[in-house]
């Protein structure tokens, strides 16, 4: 089942367009990963899909209905979003900012108390619960965030839709690597889940499929394996990329110490010419 589609979908911004005659859909039970350099149009992509954006042209789909014309409660009830951006400026405790996903469903506080308990036990909250929002470290907010989003969604299933925007920026290893695998949970539950990643080999383990944005277009969208080439990426990137097989599956990682091809002027450093950890470039 098909829960989203973009139908050549196209933003402008400031009279300038940032996501261009983009198609692209999003089934149940699948992680999609969207991918590409920065300024490449990715979040601007995500906030068309999540109704945030208003398309200059084309139409975004929710389970078969034009998402503008549908009544704010109810996409709500459809659909979760996790911006890039979710802090919180009021000091509402942890677990009120997690309610708050509950506010766009009918009123029954002893299912929404239990399903809040429930979204901070998944994302290993329960401990801070009651600590103000504002007080939290940066993994620690978007933790509360991506609950928010679980207790916005539930109950999951082949019908929800879930999108996130790096939601793993400032998160450390560990609690990375939990969100991800939270992230196929709730896809193995029938969620379509899309998801903006700039850690290209975490996109690689845990998608199913992959979507290259470049120059707000989508260059390529595929499985992992057609996606995920050393010479594909590496041309969208700017920079050498290896793909390599290890531990069953595919790896992506910088080649690093090669020659940067980049548009932002850091061209031709070589191993040779700046010894990375060596303040300035100097030699030890």
């Known amino acids: 089942m098909t829960n989203l589609v973009l139908d050549h979908v196209s933003v402008r911004i400031g009279g300038r367009p940032i996501v261009d005659d983009v198609t692209l859909d999003a089934a149940s039970g699948r992680v999609t ?66 309610a708050l996903g509950r506010t766009a469903w009918p009123s029954d506080p002893a299912a929404d108390d239990r399903i809040v308990a429930g979204a901070l036990e998944q994302v290993g909250l329960v401990h801070l619960a009651e600590r103000e929002i504002t007080t939290l470290s940066g993994g620690e907010r978007q933790l509360a965030a991506l609950a928010r989003v679980i207790a916005q969604a539930t109950p999951v299933g082949s019908e929800s839709v879930i999108l996130l925007d790096e939601p793993t920026a400032a998160m450390d290893v560990a609690h990375a690597e939990a969100t991800l695998g939270l992230l196929r949970a709730l896809a193995a539950a029938g969620a379509a889940v899309v998801v903006v990643l700039h850690d290209l080999d975490a996109a690689a383990a845990y998608a199913d499929r992959l979507a290259l944005v470049q120059h707000g277009r989508i260059r390529l969208t595929g499985a992992v394996d057609e996606v995920c080439t050393a010479e594909l990426l590496s041309e969208a990137y700017r920079t050498p990329i290896e793909v390599f097989e290890y531990g069953g599956r595919l790896r992506v990682a910088p080649a690093r110490g090669a020659s940067v091809v980049s548009a932002t002027g850091f061209s031709d450093l070589s191993s040779r010419e700046l010894q990375v950890g060596s303040p300035s470039g100097r030699r030890n």
């Open 33 to 98: 990963a969207i991918i590409g350099p920065n300024g490449a149009g990715k979040s601007t992509l995500l906030g068309a899909a999540a109704g945030h954006h208003r398309p200059h042209s084309g139409r975004v789909l929710l389970a078969g209905r034009e998402l503008g014309r549908i009544p704010v409660r109810e996409a709500a009830r459809m659909r979760a979003v996790m911006a890039q951006d979710s802090a919180v400026a009021f000091p509402f405790t942890v677990r009120e900012v997690v």
